[in-house]
């Protein structure tokens, strides 16, 4: 529980201007981007995703037990690509740079806290983070 309350906190003072539906679009984004296994996502796909655009350092520094290197609003917008990003903000409220501004702070701190060992989710593990995200919509 200790740790849904740090990243509840983490997430919440992120978004204290966001309403609570946003919060909660934005959450599930993250949840859907990160569980989606069966339509060929997931975390394994996201993380190529990462690669694909140069960022397999990025998003490798928030896998590892090391400090996570920081991500443009822009850079993620390349990740996730204009059709992702604007499906996110449709459904959360936000402007499009909006919602990958507050993805770009939010993402790095879920993937660090999804892998505390340094290493991918097993199957088991990443069930159970995805609950805990949804545990954290108001």
């Known amino acids: 529980m200790g740790l849904l309350d740090a990243l509840a906190g983490q997430v ?6 966001a ?12 949840g859907g981007m990160l569980g989606d296994s069966r339509g060929g996502g997931g975390f394994g796909a996201l ?5 694909k655009q140069g960022l397999g ?8 037990t090391g400090r996570n290197l920081p991500i443009s609003a822009e ?3 390349s990740v996730l690509g ?5 499906s996110i903000a449709r459904s959360s409220g936000f402007s499009p740079q909006e ?6 702070e939010l993402l ?27 545990g954290m919509k108001r």
């Open 12 to 17: 919440l003072g992120s978004l204290s201007q």
């Open 57 to 64: 350092d990025v998003v490798a520094s928030w896998i590892s």
């Open 75 to 77: 850079q993620l917008q």
């Open 19 to 30: 309403g609570d539906e946003r919060h909660d679009s934005l959450i599930e984004a993250i």
């Open 108 to 134: 790095p701190q879920v993937i660090d806290r999804l892998t505390p060992n340094g290493q991918a989710p097993a199957g088991g593990s990443l069930a159970s983070i995805l609950g805990m995200l949804d």
């Open 99 to 104: 919602a990958s501004g507050h993805l770009s």
């Open 82 to 86: 204009n059709d992702q990003l604007a």
């Open 47 to 51: 993380v190529q995703a990462f690669e």
